[in-house]
């Protein structure tokens, strides 16, 4: 039902780049995540799937702390990446947001130059020491993102005036200007066009070589595309986590096989 195929490597011989031990998180009083534990593989695009308001967006904030700008919100147990508790005191959550970068549903371009939005970040945590080296670094991101030959002639425009695939990509060039070891998507094509979500996909794939990528989809099909291993979500519960291809073809939770086959969603 699902095309699974696309360039594999055997990714269960990867290093856990993420473990999520005990994860609740709460909104007041509302429980958003229940008791969730997964390991996420580096150089791995993870895609979590579920329902809507399952909790999907919810986990997928907690890896970069972006849980932290709300008020109401409270997580609870341990998230460690590379064995270290990034909700440890000591941790500083805008130089965690630099190492875990995160590309929203809807692009948000800073009402800046190109140039000026892929350096805001480098600039901000000091990753250049000149002009030159500052060049190289807003090149090679908007290489990496797949943009360079469209906009090295117009480096000094407005981020805001690109096509909305641009945009995007240009935010995928904004978070890997930090050199990031996560990349963090929240639904990255459900504002484009099918051409501009085919580019970012085969991004998201050639990606994959430098970092871990989770993606949140609503999309199945994208899921199948893009993913070596899949989260499903519901009602707040990890139910069911493991290759994408197992996921897809023979999944283990009655739960899982209904949403896949269309019953619940
Ligand atoms: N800022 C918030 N304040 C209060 N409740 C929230 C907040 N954000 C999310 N929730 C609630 O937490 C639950 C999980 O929401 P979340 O957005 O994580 O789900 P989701 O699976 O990403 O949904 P969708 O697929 O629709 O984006 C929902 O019941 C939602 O209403």
Redesign the pocket.
């Known amino acids: 039902m699902y095309d699974t195929t696309r360039p594999e490597m055997n990714v269960d011989q990867l290093h856990t780049k993420i473990s999520a031990r005990n994860v609740q998180v709460f ?2 009083t ?1 429980q ?1 995540i229940k008791d969730l534990n997964v390991e996420i593989q580096d150089k791995t695009v993870t895609a979590f799937i ?11 904030r907690c890896i970069n702390r972006m849980n932290d700008t ?1 008020d ?2 409270r997580v609870e147990g341990e998230i460690m990446m590379d064995g270290s508790n990034i909700y440890d005191r000591g941790v500083d959550p805008v130089q965690l947001r630099a190492k875990v970068g995160m590309v929203f549903q809807k692009p948000n371009p800073f009402p800046k130059s190109i140039y000026d939005n892929v350096a805001y970040g480098p600039k901000i945590h000091g990753l250049a020491r000149n002009k030159a080296e500052m060049d190289e670094i807003v090149e090679t991101a908007l290489r990496g993102a797949a943009l360079w030959t469209e906009v090295k002639d117009r480096l000094q425009e407005s981020g805001t005036g690109l096509s909305g695939g641009q945009q995007q990509r240009l935010c995928i060039a904004r978070a890997v200007a930090t050199a990031p070891e996560v990349l963090l998507m929240d ?1 990255p094509c459900s504002a484009l066009d099918p051409i501009a979500t085919s580019q970012v996909e085969e991004l998201i794939e050639q990606l994959r070589s430098q970092f871990s990528v989770v993606i ?1 989809t ?1 999309s199945m099909q994208q899921a199948a595309r893009v993913s070596q291993k899949t989260a499903f ?1 519901h009602l ?1 519960n990890l139910v069911e986590y493991g290759d994408t291809d197992d996921i897809f073809t023979r999944p283990q939770d009655s739960r899982t096989e209904a949403y896949i086959s269309g019953r619940i969603g």
């Open positions: 909104y007041g509302k958003a579920g329902p809507s308001g399952c909790g999907k967006s919810t986990f997928l709300i109401s919100a639904e949140v609503h979500f707040g």
